[in-house]
């Protein structure tokens, strides 16, 4: 089975931090994608990576980043942490091909104080 | 615009009935459409996909009807168990010219609770 991990399943930092969201997947995929989870709006696009070093913004992409050093592993970086980026955060993987599914994270739960 | 609509938004039922769950969409190019189950606390995962091609199809008491024309979705739970508590989330792909060859768009989902 697909696994992707994200390091933490709670999060409190406070305002004007820089906060970083770790996700990592077993199966070799070549995609990942960050996503924010806010009740009523769906699942929402910040950033997606297709190959390693390689990325592209979202529906979302502002007040974050993210890095693809390696093939197993993308992050996700707030650079200065505002309240309103208090939300759940998903991760997810998958293989290219058409039709190829997302595999998720349980997702961080990050709070901004 | 891109969008995909579910109703309805929560749902309760009691153990051992049936319901369906909607979703109507308006993404073109269509590629596929997926149903996710997300339990609470967990990430999403894939119940079912449905190409252009496809009416109807099943996964245990899961059945999941497509009408490309009218551009509807549904997901039928037969015999309801309390372990489907959850949000049924529908996602619609649609084919970009960018690096990842489609994109997604998720509806806000179904938070559906059986009772015993």
């Known amino acids: 089975d697909v696994k992707v991990t994200q390091s933490s399943r709670y999060l409190v930092k406070r305002t004007g931090e820089k906060v970083f969201l770790e996700c990592v997947q077993d199966?070799?995929?070549?995609?990942m994608f960050w996503y924010r989870q806010d009740p009523g709006l769906g699942l929402r696009l910040i950033y997606f990576?297709?190959?390693?070093?390689?990325?592209e913004k979202g529906d979302i992409p502002e007040g974050y980043s993210v890095s693809r050093e390696k093939k197993e592993r993308f992050s996700l970086i707030l650079e200065s942490a505002s309240t309103n980026q208090t939300s759940m955060y998903l991760c997810?993987?998958?293989?290219?091909?058409?039709?190829?599914?997302?595999?998720f994270g349980d997702g961080t739960r990050l709070s901004i104080l | 615009k891109n969008q995909v609509e579910q109703s309805p938004q929560s749902l309760i039922i009691l153990e051992g009935k049936n319901c369906t769950l909607q979703?109507?969409?308006?993404?073109?190019?269509?590629?596929?459409l997926r149903w996710y189950k997300q339990d609470t606390g967990r990430g999403p995962v894939s119940l079912t996909i449905?190409?252009?091609?496809?009416n109807t199809k099943s996964n245990g008491r899961y059945t999941a009807t497509l009408d490309a024309d009218t551009k509807q979705s549904s997901l039928h739970i037969t015999a309801s168990q309390l372990s489907d508590s959850a949000s049924y989330i529908c996602?619609?792909?649609?084919?970009?010219?960018?690096?990842?060859?489609?994109?997604?768009?998720f509806g806000g989902g179904t938070r559906l609770m059986v009772k015993p």
């Open positions: 979703c109507n969409y308006t993404v073109s190019p269509f590629s596929n």
């Open positions: 199966m070799d995929h070549e995609n």
């Open positions: 449905m190409t252009f091609s496809e």
């Open positions: 996602v619609v792909s649609r084919r970009v010219n960018n690096n990842a060859g489609n994109m997604l768009t």
């Open positions: 990576s297709y190959d390693v070093k390689m990325k």
């Open positions: 997810a993987s998958r293989t290219q091909g058409l039709g190829q599914p997302q595999h």
